[in-house]
């Protein structure tokens, strides 16, 4: 059976049924639909069939530096060297092993999280209706829809009575579409295919009826992810520094690594033992450690924001957020509450912002009586209505509807018993070409809801205060509308009238005219208070918000005041689509400079608008939930999707979820992205200078032919084992204060900043001062090389634990603080521990070639820790660690 031709939403649902071979009233016998499951597979995303566990392990080991060290295993290996080969391999199977098991855990949750949003249907099969799971649908099925429902594929609707559908997640409208079964042109935009249900859709009010035309990866949110999958994988700030940070060290490895072989042999040393010290100052230059020192950091971050409701997908996602100068947000239900609200109504000459109906505030019981017109609008809308309450869901219907009936409920308006004293005869349903709905009660009383237009048009009078009909002010009506509208708010209209005829049946005609207008009530999805909070809190850390939405442009910019975008007095840029499409990409650089507010904006517009505003140097951060959010959250920077009321595509593109879809978790994780970016320039602060002290030593040695104080299995055991265990502890750091009272880090500032430059040349010197002083001191003092290369590397140990803690928050702090980081307490231990059995165990100075120490010899290491208190205080001078780093 070949795939359907993309233009179904033009053809007739009957004769769609036919090329499917279904029927539009018995829909598919069991065994076909089985079938059919089996020849089109499950209607559900995939993850792209995703890479295999074996070539993602694999995946761990590509950077420029892990390929050194395999190839230097591989040479020590042919030396005959075993031992020391293992070893090197060690290295970088640990780093391999850490990053492979946090990504795996990062994807376990995407995928518990994919799994608790799957939804059942009603289907209709040989007659019979089922409830089935959505996956089982097939194409040719007949799907029942009904209020609450989630489509669950793509639909030709041959059934509607009063559907309506949310398309926010694939259009970005915020308000329904009414639906019904009509077929349309060919070139009609997806927003107005009335005939059409698709994938993702949630279903407000109404009843449907619809075929299954396309499933899984063949519906258009299915479409929209496989096109995401062919998008570049993440690259962040920190990857791409990182990147050019390995490229440009092994260089100058390689380089200084040749020199010293050179040189020794210029100088006429051993050709075998040469080779090993260049094997050593190559080892000892490459931060082996600092891949799984990165990858640790990141895994904190991870957990840390998995605290507060954020889960990341890729690791290098956390400093991402620390790096964010922008955060590109759609509206509907990310910064808004995504449900209608009544703001205000103006009933009887007076406009009464919900406020003031609010329960205990004294005054709501006194304002409906002193204004029956009041009373009378809140009691249309109550009555004039679909939407009803649910014990399981709360108020199910259209979201304007269910807005009327919570302002109705505010005001203390019961709407059984409402419904007990006029119960509802018959109705005319709403209808977008005629703008109104129309309800008959008891045996006379008609209620008709609706456009502003339509509604004053039947109207010749009004009702006043008091409750009495009067003459119709036109003219104070029309500036009340223009007032709210102003405010972003969708107004509707109320009226009452006579019924003459039938006390059963309501005609059209019956309310063409003679009506008498009771009042108008503005709604509209408001901000969300934390979001209110989080908009600020982010200006304040100098991370600018702008706002993405396919709403319209006056209610986008009434959202946006609320929320205190711009300047948050009132200055506000905004544009909308239309405007955009005729800019040219340096107009559209200079636009996103200056406006905060993007309405009417299509998906392809969104990604535009990250491009742009990449291209102007920003550090881009785009949240979104819905399918039309997908391909700008997969360019940005770092994406960020919502994980219970995003759709799954959204999810899949994203870098981040949002557990609680609360806007005001992403200042946390932003913080925790500083508080990682931090962690990490403390990380180099501290790891850098153990290498470059360690290969100056073995260069300088070399270079005057002396013996080489310490070998390449040495230094390795040095950088990987025991500095490893002591920078650890710098990614548990805590949070310094004042983070987020900080501007964002500049985008182009380097992972090297001149500050850390220095300090790191300062504490190599130092390093390799004390290595060369005690090597060679032991050496004249007639001790064996393996002793003096033990006193070497010991002093070296304690000079690192002494610099740590100068960088560490304990020394900002005060030593009454170790309990802010109890993991520092324990990587000074297990060095200690470590460092004694490399010196005192006879099987590790067999395998290293290490001697043990006496305790004099102990007090001469120990020089080093006490003289490097004064040169860790001049390195934090250079630059401080207590904050963002600076140049």
Not at 39 to 47: E, F, I, Q
Not at 91 to 114: F, K, P
Not at 592 to 611: E, S, T
Request: hydrophobic share 45%; charged share 20%; proline share 5%.
């Amino acid at each position: 059976m070949p795939p359907l031709p993309a233009d179904v939403h033009s053809r007739a649902g009957s004769e769609l049924a036919a090329e499917l071979a279904s029927s539009t009233s018995q829909g598919l016998s069991d065994q076909e639909a089985e079938r059919r499951l089996g020849v089109w597979g499950p209607n559900a995303l995939g993850n792209g069939g995703g890479s295999p566990a074996w070539r993602r392990f694999l995946g761990q080991f590509h950077d420029p530096l892990l390929y050194t060290l395999l190839t230097v295993g591989g040479i020590k290996l042919l030396l005959h060297e075993p031992g020391e080969a293992l070893v090197i391999w060690s290295v970088t199977l640990i780093n391999a092993v850490i990053g492979y098991v946090q990504e795996s855990r990062a994807e376990t949750a995407i995928a518990a999280l994919a799994r608790a949003v799957r939804t059942e249907v009603e289907v209709i099969r040989a007659g019979r209706r089922h409830r089935l799971a959505s996956e089982q649908l097939v194409p040719g099925d007949l799907v029942r829809l009904e209020a609450g429902n989630k489509v669950p594929a793509d639909m030709r609707l041959l059934q509607a009575r009063n559907l309506q559908l949310d398309e926010s997640s694939l259009t970005g409208e915020s308000l329904p579409a009414a639906k019904d079964s009509a077929a349309v042109a060919k070139s009609t935009p997806l927003a107005e295919r009335i005939g059409m249900a698709y994938a993702g859709s949630l279903v407000t009010s109404g009843l449907g009826l619809g075929l299954v035309v396309a499933t899984g990866a063949a519906t258009e949110v299915g479409q929209i992810s496989s096109s995401l999958q062919q998008q570049v994988s993440l690259s962040t700030p920190l990857t791409r520094k990182f990147r050019r940070f390995s490229h440009t060290l092994l260089q100058l490895v390689l380089v200084l690594a040749g020199l010293t072989f050179l040189v020794g042999l210029l100088r006429g040393r051993d050709g075998v033992e040469m080779f090993d010290g260049a094997v050593a100052l190559a080892v000892g230059a490459i931060p082996e450690e600092l891949p799984a020192i990165v990858t640790i950091t990141l895994a904190i971050g991870v957990n840390r924001m998995a605290r507060r409701n954020a889960i990341i997908r890729k690791l290098p996602a956390v400093e991402a957020l620390g790096s964010t100068t922008v955060i590109c947000s759609d509206k509907t239900g990310t910064l808004t509450q995504n449900r209608m609200t009544v703001q205000e109504i103006y009933a009887g000459g007076a406009l009464v912002p919900i406020e003031a109906l609010w329960p205990g505030n004294g005054s709501d019981g006194d304002l409906l009586a002193s204004n029956r017109a009041l009373e009378e609008t809140l009691l249309a809308g109550l009555l004039c209505s679909d939407a009803r309450p649910s014990q399981q869901e709360g108020l199910v219907g259209d979201p304007t509807e269910t807005a009327l009936l919570q302002a109705a409920a505010t005001a203390g308006l019961d709407r059984q018993q409402a419904l007990e004293r006029h119960p509802r005869r018959d109705a005319i349903p709403f209808e977008s070409k005629q703008q109104y709905m129309a309800t008959l009660h008891g045996s006379d009383r008609i209620l008709v809801k609706g456009s502003v237009e339509v509604v004053l048009a039947r109207c010749s009078r009004q009702l006043n205060p008091s409750g009495q009909a009067e003459p119709l002010e036109g003219e104070r009506i029309t500036a009340a509308v223009a007032t709210m509208a102003g405010r972003g708010q969708r107004v509707l209209a109320f009226a009452i009238g006579q019924a003459d005829g039938d006390p059963n049946q309501l005609k059209p005609s019956q309310i063409e005219r003679g009506l008498d207008f009771l009042g108008l009530q503005g709604m509209l999805d408001p901000p969300r208070p934390e979001a209110i909070r989080a908009v600020a809190a982010c200006q304040g850390a100098g991370i600018r918000v702008k706002m993405v939405t396919g709403d319209h442009l006056e209610t986008a910019r009434s959202i946006a005041l609320q929320l205190g975008l711009g300047d948050g007095v009132g200055s506000l840029g905004a544009i909308d689509g239309r405007s955009l499409a005729r800019l040219s990409p340096a107009e559209l650089v200079d636009c996103v400079r200056h406006n905060d507010v993007f309405a009417r904006v299509a998906p392809a517009q969104k990604l535009a608008l990250v491009r742009a505003l990449q291209a102007d140097g920003a550090v881009v951060a785009m949240t979104g939930d819905g399918v039309n959010d997908a391909p700008a959250l997969k360019q940005a920077d770092i994406g960020i999707a919502m994980g219970k009321g995003g759709t799954e595509v959204a999810r899949e593109a994203a870098d981040m979820l949002l557990t609680d879809d609360n806007f005001a978790t992403i200042e946390a994780a932003v913080e925790e992205g500083r508080a990682v970016y931090l962690n990490l320039h403390k990380a180099l602060a501290f790891v850098l200078p153990v290498n470059g002290g360690a290969s100056m030593t073995i260069l300088l040695g070399a270079v005057l032919g002396l013996e080489l104080p310490v070998t390449a299995l040495q230094v390795l055991w040095l950088n990987m084992v025991c500095s490893l265990s002591l920078s650890i502890p710098l990614a548990f750091e805590p949070r310094p204060p004042g983070l987020m009272r900080q501007g964002p880090r500049p985008p182009a500032q380097p992972l090297l900043s001149w500050g850390l430059v220095r300090k790191v040349v300062l504490v190599s010197t130092f390093y390799w001062c004390f290595i060369f002083g005690v090597f060679l001191w032991a050496r004249s003092h007639g001790h064996s090389l393996p002793l003096a290369r033990t006193m070497a590397i010991q002093a070296l140990v304690l000079a690192q634990i002494a610099y740590l803690v100068s960088i560490s928050q304990v020394s900002k702090l005060g030593w009454r603080h170790w309990h802010h980081n109890p993991i520092l307490l324990a990587g000074i231990g297990t060095a200690v521990v470590l460092q004694l059995g490399f010196s005192q165990l006879g099987w590790m100075n067999r395998f290293f070639a290490t001697a043990p120490l006496e305790p004099q010899q102990w007090l001469i290491c120990g020089v080093a820790l006490l003289v490097m208190v004064p040169v860790a205080a001049m390195a934090e001078r250079l630059d401080p660690t207590t904050g963002i780093p600076r140049d």
